[in-house]
């Protein structure tokens, strides 16, 4: 999950490494249009799950 992030970062993107959906920073995704979420192979369904619904809640939408 370090490296994804680490990725993302070297590419330009804002990232972050939340451990629940409780985590996200919000504030921090002020101003966004986009946002990718990912995950490491450890990572349980149910977080990126959780993760996606609060993103939804938060008036994101959802693209395959």
């Given at each position: 999950s370090q490296r994804l992030k680490e990725v993302a970062e070297a590419a330009g993107a804002k990232a972050f490494l939340i451990?629940?959906?409780?985590?996200?920073?919000?504030?921090?995704?002020?101003?966004?249009?986009?946002?990718?979420?990912?995950?490491?192979?450890?990572?349980?369904?149910?977080?990126?799950?959780?993760?996606?619904q609060k993103l939804e809640h938060c008036g994101y939408r959802l693209i395959d």
């Open positions: 451990a629940s959906a409780e985590n996200l920073p919000e504030a921090a995704l002020s101003g966004a249009t986009h946002i990718g979420v990912t995950a490491g192979a450890s990572a349980p369904d149910s977080l990126v799950e959780k993760l996606v």
